[in-house]
């Protein structure tokens, strides 16, 4: 089992900026893919943004692109997601997920940590 802890959310004004962090309790190398997904108030839950460790690809949601970036310390077994320019539409719970396999970087995660409230004032 997998343990994820997410931390980093918070209130921000519109434009703002806000970096998120989830610390796994495993090494990277059984968990070669992890993500950020949300979910907005009253909606289902969506993909935001993934890394693979192995080889460093990523993948975004279009909504985020250019605005959120993804980024992991493998000593740490921390992935970070750093959010600009945001949006009252970006607020939402963040989830941070991971998955034993290294493909499809946008669905089929295996562990889920228990969220972290980002709210954008407008």
């Known amino acids: 089992q997998v343990q994820l802890v997410e931390s980093g959310g918070g209130l921000v004004q519109a434009g703002g900026s806000l970096r998120l962090s989830c610390a796994a309790s495993?090494?990277?190398?059984?968990?070669?893919?992890m993500g950020w997904f949300r979910q907005p108030p009253g909606k289902e839950r969506e993909f935001v943004a993934a890394?693979?460790?192995?080889?460093?690809?990523?993948a975004y949601a279009d909504s985020v692109k250019g605005r959120f970036a993804i980024s992991g310390d493998n000593a740490k077994n921390t992935v970070y997601l750093q959010m600009n320019s945001l949006k009252f539409e970006d607020t939402a719970r963040y989830f941070c997920?991971?998955?034993?396999?290294?493909?499809?970087?946008?669905?089929?995660?295996?562990?889920w940590g228990q969220g972290t409230q980002v709210t954008v004032s407008s």
């Open positions: 997920a991971a998955k034993k396999a290294a493909w499809d970087l946008r669905r089929e995660y295996d562990y």
């Open positions: 495993r090494r990277a190398y059984s968990i070669p893919v």
């Open positions: 890394i693979n460790w192995g080889g460093g690809s990523t």
